[in-house]
């Protein structure tokens, strides 16, 4: 009872800092619903898999500095938004990267995804000639980090996005080190926008979270079943 208590106190501070937004309407309700349906059904016994305290503060700090229109859908949990993108590549698929990316992205394309005989090139994104050589008939997705960690390399995301669009690719951009207050890949063409919540988007250290944001309904739809399946928020 006592962890319900608190639950309620954490969100109803939520809610009162999301009810200050500008959204609209119509896309405050269809959020709202989506924060507060798990926790109004379940006790969140295992707060692995249920709505937790730390979903709902997350789900309105997203929507308050993302574009409602774009607000379609996200799904949050932990560094599982990696395996949840990769996990939409085949066999043979052939993925384009930042050359100095996050060291845990390079490990599971390394580790995991070449064991299904998936392919990665990494280059430097700001050269927009060279990702265009890059690109193979079996090139599926564009992947890229921006500022990038260490090294605060720095890419045009609405350039790159011009090329995916031409090559009928998908766009992941990982935009830990910015957030959506300063840079919103969605509105420069990107399909897909993960984050680390546990860094620059929270800036407490005290949580363990990471999202992944579309306005796609097909990606969602396949976010959602990865969810399901590995037991993420």
């Known amino acids: 009872a006592s962890n319900l208590a608190k639950r309620a106190q954490v969100m109803n501070k939520a809610a009162a800092s999301f009810k200050k937004s500008s959204f609209s309407k119509k896309n405050s309700k269809t959020l709202w619903t ?3 349906w798990n ?3 379940s006790p969140g016994i295992y707060s692995q898999k249920d709505i937790t305290t730390s979903q709902s503060v997350i789900a309105c700090s997203a929507a308050v500095i993302k574009p409602a ?3 379609e859908k996200s799904n949050k949990h932990s560094n599982r938004i990696f395996m949840a993108v990769f996990g939409y590549l085949k066999p043979g698929d052939h993925v384009i990267l930042s050359d100095d990316i ?4 390079f490990r599971i394309c390394e580790t995991i995804f070449t064991n299904i005989n998936c392919e990665f090139s990494y280059i430097d994104m700001s050269d927009i000639e060279l990702l265009e050589k890059t690109i193979r008939p079996s090139t599926k997705m564009v992947f890229v980090e921006t500022p990038t960690n260490p090294m605060m390399k720095v890419a045009d995301i609405a350039a790159v996005s011009k090329v995916c669009k031409a090559h009928d690719l998908i766009l992941v951009v990982d935009n830990t080190f910015l957030t959506p207050y300063f840079q919103k890949p969605l509105l420069l063409g990107a399909d897909i926008v993960m984050h680390s919540g546990t860094k620059y988007l ?19 739809e396949h976010f959602n079943q990865i969810c399901g399946k590995t037991w993420g928020i």
Do not use: E, P, R
């Open 34 to 36: 989506f924060m507060f």
């Open 39 to 41: 926790w109004k059904t």
């Open 69 to 71: 229109s774009m607000q």
């Open 102 to 105: 996050y060291g845990g992205t």
């Open 202 to 220: 929270c800036g407490h250290n005290d949580v363990i979270a990471g999202l992944v944001i579309t306005k796609d309904t097909h990606f969602s």
